[in-house]
Nanobody, 118 residues
Framework: QVQLVESGGGLVQAGGSLRLSCAAS????????MGWYRQAPGKQRELVASITSGGSANYVDSVKGRFTISRQANNTLYLQMNSLKPEDTAVYYC?????????????WGQGTQVTVSS
């Protein structure tokens, strides 16, 4: 099994910053792509940003220039969120595309709440 544990969410005023972290743990695995998703009340979960093992990153248009995804060699994932807006309010989930032997599986963290007040 691989576990993903997020941290760093909270309440912040519009214009503020937060940094989310996601720690991966387990044994005998490798991870290609990791990403951050978010789900606001009444809305579908959406991909916010993703990064490959080679460091190639992609962002949804609404966060470009404000959010930065990064990843350490030990598969700890970060999301630096600046200039936060009320519409960024959501539960943020870490996601990982994991390979263990010949088995490939998508893992999710438990989610962390981000609330941006106006």
């Amino acid at each position: 099994q691989v576990q993903l544990v997020e941290s760093g969410g909270g309440l912040v005023q519009a214009g503020g910053s937060l940094r989310l972290s996601c720690a991966a743990s387990g044994s005998d695995y490798s991870i290609n792509r990791m990403g951050w998703y978010r789900q606001a009340p009444g809305k579908q979960r959406e991909l916010v940003a993703s990064i490959t093992s080679g460091g190639s990153a992609n962002y949804v248009d609404s966060v470009k220039g404000r959010f930065t995804i990064s990843r350490q060699a030990n598969n700890t994932l970060y999301l630096q969120m600046n200039s936060l807006k009320p519409e960024d309010t959501a539960v943020y989930y870490c996601n990982a595309d994991v390979l263990r032997g010949s088995l490939r599986r998508i893992y999710w963290g438990q989610g962390t709440q981000v609330t941006v007040s106006s």
